[in-house]
């Protein structure tokens, strides 16, 4: 039986690899598996060796204050894969703790095919990197296609196999009226998955909120959680005693509340791609302890850190980061575009365009599940 080892570091590479893996048991059932993976590998029946919490760190700070750690688990990881013995390595996103597996694995056992979903994004910063993967990576599935020229310059096989967040989807809704009260307009809030980021955007959104809540009445503020952060949201929202403010973490009803929004204000990352999606307006928040702000602001060649306004090259969704990154300038900003709908219909308009540009002619999943297919067979 062939066997694939799936490599996350975070709870969004888990859902990533969830869908992959899906796709793929219809194509062929007959692949036995094993993971550093989370909830969502977990619901497909696929082991984890340890829990992804163990591994989920953020920003240079994080990785050298934990290094050690971060040693210790790649090691144990590596040694893992090599006795598991897979005929593919599908390591997903965190580059920075799944390549260094893989890089290991390939130096102990050349034959294992590795296989990576998410290109480490080169053309921010480190594009020399490129030269480097050359030599244990096998295959790199790309969300952008923009990306195909890095890779293809150091004849790395390559597929563009789309981004999964802003395909065309038609869910099924579910009844959520015992959740909101119709006289209130949805606010969703996205305050980020890791630890870190959530224990600095948290507090300042609660604070948004309450600045929010002395003009109006009729928001109810929904924050779109993780298994893994929910408890430290809610417990942080119980404080500051805010009687229109919800925590969700149901997968099932996160996109229906989204598109039951009027307006989201998001950490900067992939889930932007998802309110683009939507059709929902928004703004990106950002911010990090001040080291990891200098090296960041030394080592990055783009201007915007959100991926609609780099492909564009210029704002079409606000960026509010750092030390524009508070309450005051977030509820100013807000405020401005919920009475400025014309606005608002613009960034919808010119975020449908750009997404046009990185969809795939069927989906990122598919296309995904069809190359590791490729490579079992062969």
């Not at 910063?125 to 890779?151: A, G, M, S």
């Not at 395909?167 to 870190?196: Q, Y």
């Not at 600045?211 to 430290?232: C, G, P, Q, R, V």
């Not at 989204?258 to 889930?271: E, P």
């Amino acid at each position: 039986m062939k066997k694939i080892f799936i490599i996350t570091g975070e709870p969004s590479g888990d859902k990533l690899a969830s869908t992959v893996i899906s796709k793929l048991r219809q194509i062929n059932p007959e692949i036995e598996y094993l993971s550093v993976g989370g909830e969502h590998l977990e619901s497909l029946g696929i082991k984890s060796i340890y829990d992804l919490k163990e591994i989920t760190y953020i920003g240079f700070t994080s990785v050298l204050l934990n290094i050690f750690k971060i040693k210790k688990k790649i090691n144990e990881t590596v040694d893992k894969i090599i006795e598991y013995n897979p005929n593919i390595l599908f390591s997903v996103d965190s580059p920075d703790f799944t390549l260094r597996v893989a890089e290991k694995v390939k130096r102990i056992n050349p034959n294992i095919k590795i296989i990576h979903y998410v290109a480490p994004q080169v053309w921010v910063w480190r594009e020399n990197r490129v030269k480097k993967f050359k030599k244990f990576l096998d295959h790199v599935l790309l969300l952008f296609n923009f990306e195909k020229k890095y890779f293809d310059k150091e004849n790395i096989k390559n597929t563009f196999v789309g981004h999964p967040l802003v395909e065309k989807n038609n869910k099924v809704k579910t009844d959520l009226s015992n959740l909101i009260k119709k006289d209130k307009k949805i606010i969703s809030l996205f305050a980020g998955s890791r630890s870190s980021e959530t224990s600095i955007l948290l507090p300042i959104l609660i604070d948004f909120i309450k600045l929010m809540n002395s003009k109006f009445n009729d928001y109810l503020f929904i924050f779109h959680a993780t298994d893994e952060n929910k408890n430290y949201i809610n417990n942080k929202v119980n404080v500051a005693m805010l009687d229109n403010t919800e925590v969700i973490f149901d997968e099932k009803i996160k996109s229906q509340i989204l598109s039951d929004s009027i307006f989201a204000v998001s950490k900067s990352g992939t889930v932007s791609l998802e309110i683009c999606n939507a059709k929902i307006p928004s703004i990106i928040i950002y911010k990090m302890n001040f080291l990891n702000f200098l090296i960041v602001k030394f080592l990055v060649k783009i201007k915007y850190a959100n991926i609609i306004n780099i492909i564009n090259n210029k704002e079409i969704i606000p960026e509010l980061i750092q030390n524009e990154c508070n309450s005051k300038e977030i509820f100013k900003t807000v405020v401005y575009l919920l009475e400025n709908p014309s606005l608002m219909d613009k960034q919808i308009k010119d975020c449908s365009n750009t997404l046009d540009l990185i969809r795939s002619k069927t989906s990122s999943a598919n296309e995904a599940s069809s190359v590791l297919s490729t490579y079992l067979a062969s």
